[in-house]
């Protein structure tokens, strides 16, 4: 590769760090085609971008991050990068459990909102976040929560009076 072919591909890179939501890196030494193949079809179903990228070239994108000297640390064997654009912990959720069956991935490090994460808490931390649709659930809940409790204090007095009605009726039934 060229030093223009480079460059491109730094850029590229750099492109790909500016509008990700989050990154993890992975050393895949020692997995099998199959094994990466396979996890390249589960990032692809998650809209996660996975890409094996020389150190070098990735030093070279992240340069002038307040974040690049510390990240560029980790940046050391065979790299792989998850970037994640829309849920920041799918990278890590699929990672986690592709981890039970090939222990030879190892997680890196992860980067969130300019925030590295240690290797260790990428799996204890970012994997076991919600994603975006289980927020949009909790979220939605918790708006409903008043509303639901406000058509059940609505709807009190009339079942309080049927309640009344039967309790009559059962007298009434008992006395005669």
Excluded: C
């Excluded at 640390?73 to 970037?83: D, E, H, I, S, Y």
């Excluded at 927020?135 to 639901?148: E, H, I």
């Amino acid at each position: 590769m060229d030093r223009a072919q480079k460059h491109a591909l730094a850029s590229q890179v750099k492109d790909k760090f500016g509008k990700m939501s989050s990154a993890v890196l992975v050393d895949y030494q020692g997995l099998t085609v199959e094994a990466v193949t396979k996890l390249r079809n589960e990032f692809r179903k998650q809209g996660i971008e996975y890409r094996v990228v020389k150190n070098s070239v990735i030093k070279q994108a992240i340069v002038g991050q307040p974040w690049a000297d510390s990240f560029g640390k980790t940046l050391t064997g065979m790299t792989g990068v998850a970037w994640s654009y829309e849920d920041p912990s799918a990278a890590a959720k699929i990672i986690k459990a592709f981890r039970k069956d090939n222990e030879k991935l190892k997680i890196k490090a992860g980067l969130v909102d300019g925030q590295i994460i240690p290797a260790d808490r990428v799996e204890s931390d970012l994997a076991t976040m919600p994603g975006k649709d289980e927020l949009r659930a909790m979220l939605l809940a918790t708006f409903q929560a008043p509303l639901t409790q406000f058509v059940q204090l609505l709807s009190a007095p009339a079942q309080n009076f049927v309640y009344l009605l039967a309790a009559k009726s059962e007298a009434k039934e008992e006395a005669g």
